[in-house]
């Protein structure tokens, strides 16, 4: 069984700090990882996309991705308080015929006090 | 790019009514579209894979013949709730695949609330 793991939070942070939202994933040869903010009510919105090791940076997020420790994390700095919402971290499946599909975890919620 | 519309947004009726929602991207074609429903509180759950030409790919514990998938072109995939009661009403939210292939991110549509009386 496939998994991806998040921690549910709430995460709480003040307003300008950095947020920091991790993911851990089972399936060692996952290739493509995503990171969707889901505001309350809301369909799923695409913040960031990572393929390769390292960091990746866009705007106030970084995606970091780490394949040997299966490790994908989500760094907000500057944190305001419209970034509070529920941050869900999917995985690509890679083979058979499931290829295309997302493997979510149940997201972690985020608190930014003004 | 990759915009993905449903509609409706939000649909309210009886129980034992049938209710067609409707996926359509916008600006790129979409072989495969995907299925989700949400409740309240809840994770995403993957209902159903939609591949335009062929039937659905239905996950387990869903009744295909309760939930009929249609994916007749390239930018435009539907669902129908047959004789929905109750325990249907829920957040149903399609799905794309931006172009690229398929490790792509998928990209969401708005979702559509039904609430069934």
């Known amino acids: 069984q496939k998994e991806v793991e998040q921690n549910s939070g709430p995460l709480s942070v003040p307003e300008g700090a950095i947020a920091s939202l991790n993911c851990t994933y089972s399936d060692r040869v996952s290739q493509s990882f995503f990171w969707y903010r889901q505001y309350s009510g809301k369909s799923p919105e695409l913040i960031m996309s990572?393929?390769?090791?390292g960091d990746k940076e866009d705007g106030r997020f970084t995606a970091q991705l780490n394949k040997a420790s299966q490790y994908v994390s989500l760094l907000i700095r500057d944190s305001q308080p419209s970034d509070s919402a529920t941050y869900l971290c999917a995985v690509n499946e890679e083979y058979g015929g499931s290829q295309g599909n997302l493997i979510f975890g149940k997201g972690t919620k985020l608190s930014v006090k003004p | 790019g990759a915009v993905v519309s449903q509609h409706p947004s939000r649909v309210i009726c009886k129980s034992g009514t049938s209710v067609k929602i409707e996926c359509r991207s916008l600006?790129?074609?979409?072989?495969?579209m995907f299925w989700y429903r949400q409740f309240p509180k809840k994770s995403l759950m993957l209902m159903a894979t939609s591949n335009e030409g062929s039937k659905a790919t239905y996950e387990q514990g869903v009744e295909k013949d309760k939930f009929l998938i249609n994916h007749a072109s390239l930018t435009l995939s539907t669902l129908t709730v047959t004789s929905a009661h109750p325990e249907d009403s829920s957040f149903y939210i399609c799905?794309?695949?931006?172009?690229?292939?398929?490790?792509?991110?998928?990209?969401f549509g708005d979702g559509t609330r039904l609430s069934i009386l």
């Open positions: 990572i393929y390769s090791n």
């Open positions: 799905s794309a695949i931006a172009p690229g292939g398929w490790n792509q991110p998928q990209h």
């Open positions: 600006d790129f074609q979409a072989t495969t």
